[in-house]
């Protein structure tokens, strides 16, 4: 048996390792009993908190949680299917951010607005091109979503989809009037920003979509310098391949 003498003179973590090792088994079950009871009533709090909030709030709770039946039961019950959260991101953007295509296809159906944006200028389109979502970026063009307009990084859909690699959306995005030279914030095109990134693939499709390889940033560099700097080997021996022809 340890003196307790010795006792006081162990680490604070030590003394109380010692103290829990011998607290009774009675002790213990009431203290497990407690934490249950104390699980049991946050949880019904919350719950309770949940079913308290407003029909907008119960839109964008099940939208954060990807929750379906909450969607639609919030939308039967008249939620504004356009409800925003603090950040501006609507129940849309919400469920695109969480790569859930079948309630974004919900969403549009009820109504959704196609160009709401966020505080921050990100749109569904947007949010759709950067997370790869193809159909829906399709469904959003053919519903009219802007194509062009740019968020507070000067960001638009095809910067988004180029730089994710996103080969399909970027060819959406083309064939439907983007200008594969156009120029963007400190001059980048789209190719700069696949190459950036070695999206290979995606700068194959824009050089053969007509992308120029002698165009130059704010900096003065090329596509090709942009994937050499980035150590992109791969997409920077594609590039100089295509800067070498006549």
Not at 35 to 41: E, H, I, W
Not at 66 to 89: F, K, M, W
Not at 209 to 235: F, M, P, Q, V, Y
Request: hydrophobic fraction near 50%; glycine fraction near 6%; proline fraction near 2%.
């Amino acid at each position: 048996m340890i003196s307790r003498t010795f006792r006081k003179e162990l680490p604070i973590t030590i003394r109380l390792d010692w103290a829990l090792l011998h607290c009774s088994n009675r002790a213990v079950r009431a203290l497990t009993s407690i934490l249950a009871v104390l699980v049991a009533v946050a949880a019904t709090s919350v719950q309770a908190s949940e079913e308290d909030l407003p029909l907008n709030a119960k839109l964008l709770v099940a939208a954060r949680n990807a929750d379906g039946p909450a969607i639609t039961h919030a939308l039967q019950q008249g939620a504004a299917v356009n409800s925003r959260n603090r950040l501006g991101e609507s129940a849309l953007i919400i469920v695109l951010k969480k790569d859930r295509v079948d309630l974004a296809r919900m969403l549009l159906d009820a109504g959704a607005d196609i160009n709401q944006a966020a505080i921050n200028g990100v749109t569904p389109l947007m949010t759709a091109a950067y997370g790869g979502h193809t159909e829906i970026a399709r469904t959003l063009v053919v519903k009219g979503a802007d194509i062009a307009v740019v968020d507070r990084l000067k960001k638009n859909a095809i910067i988004y989809a180029a730089g994710e690699g996103r080969t399909d959306i970027v060819k959406l995005l083309l064939d439907k009037g983007v200008d594969p030279n156009a120029v963007y914030a400190n001059d980048l095109t789209a190719l700069m920003w696949a190459a950036g990134y070695g999206r290979t693939e995606t700068v194959k499709m824009l050089l053969a979509a007509g992308a120029k390889t002698n165009l130059k940033d704010n900096r003065g560099k090329t596509a090709l310098d942009i994937a050499r700097e980035a150590k992109h080997e791969e997409t920077a021996r594609l590039l100089a391949q295509v800067a070498e022809r006549p």
